[in-house]
């Protein structure tokens, strides 16, 4: 958490720095839930591999007594297995561009899951050093043409907008003044 959001909670300012920096320190060996999420889907995949691997090894070996058998059963072994690493390999690409695309909508929109769907993955690139080239510019434009998905950025509008807020105690009346006397205020003295 920040400074700003310890202080949001009610610390002193003093405490809310102590409490900010402890939040950094530890976060320094926190690892990313997509990062978590890639390697234990590649772990998972690994683990499938090995013990169909070593079924068709078994499968092998009680048919080794044919040359020409076992050669075209190592072929079809070799195209299968090749197809599946192909299949992993897609499916990896995949869930990378997906983890980018809502590490990169986070806390912007409504509805993260929708909003991610609204993606052209196929115009996106992943780069081997983990980068997707495009998110920005389909971020942009889902911005433009789909403002209703996107929260209001609270943090940069800092004008007041027109109305009563409950609790406002009428503020520049010396805080004690009633509604009618702020309606009175907006409208004129005409109330009779």
């Not at 070593?54 to 070996?61: D, M």
């Not at 075209?72 to 390999?89: C, E, M, R, S, T």
């Not at 009175?184 to 109330?191: L, P, Q, R, V």
């Amino acid at each position: 958490m920040t400074k700003e959001q310890f202080i949001a909670l009610g610390l002193t300012e003093e405490h809310a720095k102590k409490a900010a920096e402890a939040s950094q320190e530890e976060l320094k060996t926190y690892i990313p839930k997509h990062r978590f999420d890639e390697v234990n889907e590649e772990n998972k995949n690994l683990k499938n591999t090995v013990k169909e691997n070593s079924t068709q090894l078994e499968t092998l070996k009680k048919s080794a007594g044919d040359n020409a058998e076992l050669q075209k059963q190592i072929q079809a072994l070799q195209d299968d297995n090749k197809k599946k690493d192909d299949d992993y390999q897609t499916q990896l690409k995949d869930l990378k561009i997906t983890n980018a695309i809502k590490l990169a909508i986070a806390g912007k929109v409504h509805d993260e899951d929708l909003a991610a769907g609204l993606f052209d993955k196929s115009k996106l690139i992943l780069s081997d050093d983990g980068k997707v080239t495009g998110l920005d510019e389909q971020l942009k434009t889902l911005g433009e043409t789909k403002k209703f998905l996107f929260k209001e950025d609270t943090t940069t509008n800092t004008e007041t907008k027109p109305g009563f807020k409950v609790g406002n105690g009428g503020a520049g009346n010396g805080g004690g003044a009633t509604i009618d006397a702020q309606l009175a205020s907006i409208f004129g003295n005409d109330s009779k």
